[in-house]
């Protein structure tokens, strides 16, 4: 089973940054995914970014060419680097993984969330 815990949420001001990031530890075959989802009260969360091992990345629309989302494969560990922060980017960030087991089967597993909240 893979823990995810996730670090670097506080408060900013618009137009400023933050660098989220998500490290993977426990028991697995490999990382195959990891991405970052938000999610605001009362609404569903929604995936902003996501990496593959390959490196193959995606991102929504709303965050291109603001958030930019790198991975070390090594400490199956990933960042969130957010410039550029809007006032709607507020929301708890939540980090995802998919992972294969030692009998490489497909699992998923999301992080506790940290919050981001942009604002003067």
């Known amino acids: 089973q893979v823990q995810l815990v996730e670090s670097g949420g506080g408060l900013v001001q618009p137009g400023g940054s933050l660098r989220l990031s998500c490290a993977a530890s426990?028991?697995?075959?490999?990382?195959?995914?990891m991405a970052w989802y938000r999610q605001v009260p009362g609404k569903k969360r929604d995936m902003d970014a996501s990496?593959?091992?390959?490196?193959?990345?995606r991102y929504v629309d709303s965050v291109k060419g603001r958030f930019t989302i790198t991975g070390d494969n090594a400490k199956n560990t990933v960042y969130l680097q957010m410039d550029s922060l809007k006032p709607d980017d507020t929301a708890v960030y939540y980090c995802?993984?998919?992972?294969?087991?030692?009998?490489?089967?497909?699992?998923?597993?999301w992080g506790q969330g940290t919050q981001v909240t942009v604002s003067s």
């Open positions: 426990g028991s697995f075959f490999s990382i195959t995914v």
């Open positions: 990496i593959t091992r390959a490196g193959g990345i």
């Open positions: 995802y993984a998919d992972y294969l087991d030692s009998n490489k089967l497909m699992h998923w597993s």
